[in-house]
């Protein structure tokens, strides 16, 4: 049993997503930052002072013993009041919108890398070469 798994951690390729997964979690913590400390003020200056990480409607009563701010979005979902967090989620579509992004951006490149410019085109199976000159010697013939 231990064999078996240990071959199968052993692959290249599940090393490999091993790593690429450290390194997007790595990469998803600086994207986060670029949407909450960059983008989104940049926004939020744009549209007045909007925030939208803090927009909310509340979908319940406020619980019992909350003397909180009724507009303090982590204060009463700390308390446990039912609300609608659309704020932070569309801070998050952001988010993976730009994340989305990049991944393309980089994959787009992985793959040019690896693909050579000045490919010769591959040569025609023998079957295919071997038609094409009898078809040749017969419109020669005729």
Do not use: C
Not at 38 to 51: E, R
Not at 116 to 135: C, F, G, Q, S, T
């Amino acid at each position: 049993m231990f064999k078996g798994f240990r071959d199968f951690i052993a692959r290249g390729n599940v090393l490999d997503l091993a790593v690429a997964v450290i390194i997007g979690a790595a990469f998803a913590t600086i994207t986060t930052s670029l949407t909450e400390d960059i983008i989104m003020p940049i926004i939020s200056a744009l549209t007045g002072g909007l925030d939208f990480s803090s927009k909310f409607i509340l979908l319940g009563h406020v619980p019992d013993g909350y003397t909180g701010s009724l507009t303090d979005y982590p204060a009463l979902k700390k308390a446990g009041a039912v609300m609608l967090g659309w704020g932070k989620f569309v801070t998050v579509v952001i988010n993976f919108l730009i994340l989305a992004f990049i991944i393309y951006q980089l994959v787009r490149a992985a793959t040019r890398m690896q693909k050579p410019k000045d490919e010769a085109p591959a040569a025609p199976p023998e079957e295919v070469a071997l038609l094409r000159e009898i078809r040749d010697t017969l419109k020669a013939r005729g």
